[in-house]
């Protein structure tokens, strides 16, 4: 074979080759295209079903419109203005008043309706024993707000509406009373409301002439005498509440009155009567206080370890009444029951206690105006005395009680009294002053008083002598405890 024939041979093969990957191209194309058509296809045909099962089927109507054929959008556009044709014509005499479905509390839930219009063309009616050849009728999804129906009425025609007035019970001297109801006028609205429910059937726009019937009050007389009868019966009720076997209260009907509450029942439209349980404690507390005694506390020094040091006044026990609750529940009881009582009071005693007047580091000071005698103290124990003082002048006392220390001073000066009165004066260099009380008593040298001593010669101070004085001042500081007395 020449070298030509060879090459001729080799490109015959190459040529081969070549046509055998063109045909497996043209063979993917074509199956790519027939793969591409037929999910076009099912696309199509799945849109096209998707819309005829979301169109109303024939023999489908809302409140007597034809939908067949309609889509859902439709249907909303077709009850919107369904909606917007809801109205009533409120006539009486000469005067016309204009309801839409807003004045009247009606809302059509839009959404709603239209699915369910749809859900109807798809076989899915909420009835069981729906006939899918037959014509389907949908109605309108509504809220409806029938007490915003009245109060539109009401408002707009507010000249024909007189409320009634309920019987009333009042308490007049020692019996209570029924003031009678009177009946009021008020808008039939049976007749409005029936056609209404002609309207959500039908939308239109419909004329209805207003009627006006009498009102009856909640609460009858009837109901209302039956509730005083009751009360009235209790007024005179003997309940007499007792102390050591004395009779020290009886309750009064008056006083049974004010415990009476009588409570609306709206629902069987009578009255309850009720006795408040607060306002008989009241009265029971009322009457424990005329026994009961409230004690009154010792006053006394006492140390920083809190051991009484000196009692500057005795205490008293009280009394204490003990079975209050009883005596309310006693009363309860003969109410209901309508049954007399006597009730008896039972008492405790009740235990004084100690007011306390701390002496720091245990240490106080005591004034004996009888004797004339200061004394300081620690704890239990006098450390010193001295009965060489003065006190005040009997129009001019120095007072008794207990005090503490207010302030101290080393020297001072005092001025009281009057020119007009003759009793005026201006001391200076009064030493080792211990006051003990706002107004100005106090402890202090006197150097007046040698000769003095045992006398009532004061402005209502304590006169001392100077070293002993001084004594006093180094013992106490502010808040002692001082203690005067006869």
Not at 19 to 30: E, G, Y
Not at 103 to 113: A, H, K, P, R, W
Not at 328 to 334: D, F, L, N, P, S
Not at 343 to 364: N, Q, V, Y
């Amino acid at each position: 074979m020449t070298k030509i024939d060879k090459v001729l041979k080799k490109i015959s093969k190459r040529s081969k080759r070549f046509q055998t990957k063109s045909d497996q191209r043209k063979r993917l194309a074509i199956i790519t295209v027939s793969i591409f058509s037929v999910l076009a296809i099912f696309i199509i045909g799945a849109f096209t079903l998707t819309n005829i099962f979301k169109t109303a089927t024939p023999g489908t109507s809302i409140a007597g419109i034809d939908i067949t054929g309609k889509t859902e959008r439709e249907i909303r556009a077709i009850v919107s203005q369904l909606s917007d044709k809801i109205g009533l014509n409120l006539i009486h005499n000469n005067k016309t008043v204009f309801a839409n479905a807003d004045d009247l509390g009606i809302n059509i839930n839009i959404e709603q309706t239209a699915n369910n219009a749809i859900r109807t063309a798809r076989g899915k009616s909420n009835s069981p024993n729906s006939n899918p050849l037959e014509d389907r009728q949908v109605y309108l999804v509504v809220q409806w707000n029938e007490n915003e129906t009245r109060d539109f009425i009401n408002e707009r025609f507010s000249e024909l509406v007189v409320e009634p007035k309920n019987a009333e019970i009042l308490f007049n001297e020692n019996k209570f009373e029924v003031m009678p109801g009177k009946t009021g006028k008020k808008i039939d609205t049976d007749i409005i409301n029936e056609a209404i429910i002609e309207l959500l059937s039908k939308p239109n726009t419909k004329d209805i002439e207003i009627n006006v019937v009498e009102a009856q009050p909640t609460v009858n007389n009837a109901t209302a005498n039956s509730a005083r009868d009751f009360v009235n019966e209790r007024l005179n009720l003997m309940m007499n509440i007792n102390y050591n076997g004395n009779n020290i209260n009886r309750i009064t009907p008056s006083e049974i009155a004010s415990w009476v509450t009588f409570d609306l029942d709206t629902i069987k439209n009578e009255f309850n009567v009720r006795f408040d349980e607060e306002k008989i404690t009241d009265s029971v507390n009322r009457v424990a206080s005329l026994v009961s005694v409230e004690p009154i506390n010792q006053r006394a020094f006492v140390g920083s370890n809190g051991q009484t040091l000196h009692t500057v006044s005795g205490g008293r026990n009280g009394r204490q009444v003990t079975n209050a609750n009883e005596l309310v529940e006693q009363i309860k009881t003969a109410l209901n029951s309508n049954t007399p009582i006597e009730a008896s009071i039972r008492t405790a005693e009740k235990p004084f206690g100690t007011d306390s007047i701390l002496a720091e580091g245990d240490r106080w000071v005591s004034y004996n105006k009888s004797t004339f005698t200061v004394k300081l103290h620690v704890g239990d124990q006098v450390v010193w005395s001295s009965n060489r003082t003065a006190h005040g002048r009997p129009q001019t006392p120095t007072i008794t009680g207990a005090f503490r220390v207010t302030r101290k001073v080393a020297s001072d000066t005092m001025t009281g009294g009057s020119h007009e009165r003759g009793d005026f004066y201006h001391l200076t260099d009064i030493r080792w002053v211990v006051y003990f009380e706002a107004t100005g008593y106090a402890f202090h040298t006197a150097r007046w008083l040698p000769g003095q001593e045992h006398t009532r010669i004061s402005r209502g101070c304590i006169n001392m002598h100077e070293h002993e004085a001084k004594l006093l001042y180094d013992f106490v500081s502010v808040g002692t405890p001082i203690f005067i007395s006869w």
